[in-house]
């Protein structure tokens, strides 16, 4: 099958070998070593300075820590699709003290009404989701960067697990504070690790959290981080999985990386304009590395094309939440090429032929 899933994604056979390395203890030299490679390399791919902890955990798991470490007293999360629902549900079950910008999904956010909000609210921190796969929109990070300019109290939190590694993005130049990256979409790896980026500010926030409890603590990674050990036992094939696919990104390069995200992203979108699918999100705010796409008015239901896909060797998905039956998502992202890509299309277009 070949895995066009909107995540996660395909994983090479390469990479995949790298997760039967033997085990090895993480207070032993080979592991301080391994962190030592890692990561610099992490702080590259991130656009960094400060330290990117190895989480060897989903990102859902990670945002919570965001939330519970660097949220602050108050928090504004910016909300356009089910990722930005998922930040305010996992805000609500806390019982953080948050507000959500309910947009709608598929719509952009309005940088004026931000900066209303902003003015009028107090907060601490605002969370922003840079990719949202449920719509295949990009939310533009520089307007908010710019505003706070204004509001340099407020810590910028940004989800960026559907984009790190596929889409151009430099923590340090856009002055966030904590940056979520993800390994199962742009970085082709198994799902379950999970890179942060945080800034000394974030930290300082982190600092005066009594809600962050252990294993997640930031302070605490901080410490570790500086003499290239973890806080809790990691899932130590996940890193060295982690450290190879870094190392092809590298000789990729990371610029070439977010050309070929943006081929992926473009050819896909030619496809739905010939074929007459509407992409979920408008555009200048189409995602490089997920799509969804909404059927011509001639089709009633969208799960039979993924459903053709698959009889044909290829996975796509569905759309998700309120969009699950009127669209379908590809995830054009990770190590696939222009030609495989190409390839899926050609196969789409068959696959749309069938009824439903
Ligand atoms: C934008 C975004 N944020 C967060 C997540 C949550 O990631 P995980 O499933 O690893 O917890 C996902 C997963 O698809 C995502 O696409």
Not at 125 to 140: A, C, D, F, K, Y
Request: charged share 20%; proline share 6%.
């Amino acid at each position: 099958m070949k895995n066009f899933l909107p995540g996660p994604t395909m994983v090479k056979p390469e990479v995949l070998a790298k997760l039967s390395h033997p085990i090895i203890g993480h207070h032993t030299p080979e592991f301080h070593e391994l962190m030592s490679r890692l990561n610099p390399a992490l702080q590259k791919l991130f656009g960094t300075r400060h330290s990117v902890f190895s989480f060897t955990a989903t990102a859902s798991t990670a945002m919570e820590a965001a939330l519970t470490n660097a949220g602050g007293e108050k928090m504004l999360i910016v909300s356009n699709g089910l990722f930005g629902e998922r930040w305010a549900r996992a805000a609500a079950r806390m019982s953080l003290n948050h507000r959500v910008m309910n947009i709608g999904w598929g719509i952009p956010y309005d940088p004026a009404e931000v900066r209303r909000t902003l003015h009028w609210g107090k907060f601490d921190s605002i969370i922003l989701v840079h990719g949202e796969t449920s719509t295949g929109m990009l939310n533009p990070i520089e307007p908010i960067h710019e505003m706070l300019e204004d509001w340099p109290e407020v810590l910028l939190i940004v989800d960026a697990v559907a984009t790190i590694g596929g889409v151009d993005l430099r923590m340090d130049d856009l002055g966030i504070d904590v940056l979520i990256g993800g390994s199962q979409k742009c970085l082709a790896l198994p799902p379950g690790i999970t890179p942060v980026g945080i800034s000394p500010r974030g930290l300082r926030m982190a600092r005066g959290s009594f809600r962050k409890g252990y294993a997640f603590d930031f302070n605490l990674w901080q410490e570790r981080w500086k003499k290239q050990e973890v806080v809790c036992t990691p899932a130590m094939p996940q890193l060295y999985a982690l450290e190879y696919q870094l190392d092809n990104i590298e000789k990729e390069t990371l610029q070439s990386r977010w050309e070929r995200h943006l081929k992926l992203g473009r050819l896909t979108l030619e496809w739905a304009a010939k074929n007459g699918w509407k992409p979920c999100s408008p555009e200048g705010y189409q995602l490089p590395s997920v799509s969804c796409l909404i059927p011509p008015k001639t089709r009633d239901h969208t799960a039979p094309v993924v459903e053709a896909m698959r009889e044909r060797g290829y996975l796509i998905d569905n759309g998700q939440g309120k969009l699950e039956n009127g669209s379908i998502r590809i995830g054009h992202m990770g190590d696939w090429s222009v030609e495989e890509t190409k390839e899926m299309l050609g196969m789409l277009s068959k696959a749309v032929k069938v009824k439903g």
